[in-house]
C-alpha cells in the first residue's frame, strides 16, 4: 500500500519561502502524477498544483507565479516550494498521488505550516 | 474556474439515519466528480470516483450519483464512525476544485 509523508519547517516568516517535501513509500513514484493541496484552518480544500514523474507541472492560476515543484525519483520524493509567504498561506499542506492527473487516490497525513515573524 | 457549492453546510443526524448530501457544479462536468470523507486532524479519504464508484475498500452504505452538473453523496445509514465532513471535488478541468464541505454532526 502507498504511503505518503509530508515533511518540513513548520513555521515560515513572512516574505520567505515555504519548502516541503513529500516522501513515497510502498511505490514507485514514477509513472505517477504527484499533487499538492492545502487546507488553511477551519478552510476548505485548495489545489495548488500537480508534477509528473518525468518532471512536467501543472499550477494552479492562483498561485503559478509563487509556486515551484520538484521531483527526486531516486528518492522517491518530490517538492513545493513557496515564494513570498504572508499570513495568508497558513495551512495544513497536503500531498497526494493522483494517477491520471487530476484523481486523488492517497493522501499523506499533512503538515501544518505557519506563516508568521 | 468551476465552482463547486455543497449544501447544507452542515447537518445533524442520528445514527441509522439516511443521510443526502448535495454537491452542484457551476458548468457541467459529466461524471468527474469524486467524493472525500474527512475527519478532525486526518486527511481526506477517497470514497468514490466518476460520480458513483465506490473506491476499493469502501463500504456499500455510501453511494453516489448525477452527471452534468448535479451530484448526491447518500450515505444509507449512518453510523458513529461516518460522522465526519465530506466534500465534493470536480476534476474535468484544472484548476481541480472543491466544495465548501458539509459537516455530518451527531444529533
Known amino acids: 500500500q502507498v504511503q505518503l509523508q509530508e515533511s518540513g519547517p513548520g513555521l515560515v516568516k513572512p516574505s520567505e519561502t515555504l519548502s516541503l517535501t513529500c516522501t513515497v513509500s510502498g511505490g514507485s513514484i514514477s509513472t505517477f502524477y504527484w499533487s499538492w493541496i492545502r487546507q488553511p484552518p477551519g478552510k476548505g480544500l485548495e489545489w495548488i498544483g500537480y508534477?509528473?514523474?518525468?518532471?512536467?507541472?501543472n499550477y494552479n492560476p492562483s498561485l503559478k507565479s509563487r509556486v515551484t515543484m520538484s521531483v527526486d525519483t531516486s528518492n522517491n520524493q518530490f517538492s513545493l516550494k513557496l515564494s513570498s509567504v504572508a499570513a495568508a498561506d497558513t495551512a495544513v499542506y497536503y500531498c497526494?498521488?493522483?494517477?491520471?492527473?487530476?484523481?486523488?487516490?492517497?493522501w499523506g497525513r499533512g503538515i501544518l505550516v505557519t506563516v508568521s515573524s | 474556474d468551476i465552482q463547486m457549492t455543497q449544501s447544507p453546510s452542515s447537518l445533524s443526524a442520528s445514527v441509522g439515519d439516511r443521510v443526502t448530501i448535495t454537491c452542484r457544479a457551476s458548468?457541467?462536468?459529466?461524471?468527474?466528480l469524486a467524493w472525500f470523507q474527512q475527519k478532525p486532524g486526518k486527511a481526506p479519504k477517497s470514497l468514490i470516483y466518476a460520480a458513483s464508484n465506490l473506491q476499493s475498500g469502501v463500504p456499500s452504505k455510501f453511494s453516489g450519483s448525477g452527471s452534468g452538473t448535479d451530484f448526491t453523496l447518500t450515505i444509507s445509514s449512518l453510523q458513529p464512525e461516518d460522522f465526519a465532513t465530506y466534500y465534493c471535488?470536480?476534476?474535468?478541468?484544472?484548476?481541480?476544485?472543491f466544495g465548501g464541505g458539509t459537516k455530518v454532526e451527531i444529533k
Open positions: 497526494a498521488r493522483a494517477p491520471s492527473g487530476s484523481l486523488l487516490d492517497h
Open positions: 508534477i509528473y514523474s518525468s518532471g512536467s507541472t
Open positions: 458548468q457541467g462536468i459529466s461524471n468527474y
Open positions: 471535488q470536480q476534476y474535468k478541468t484544472y484548476p481541480l476544485t
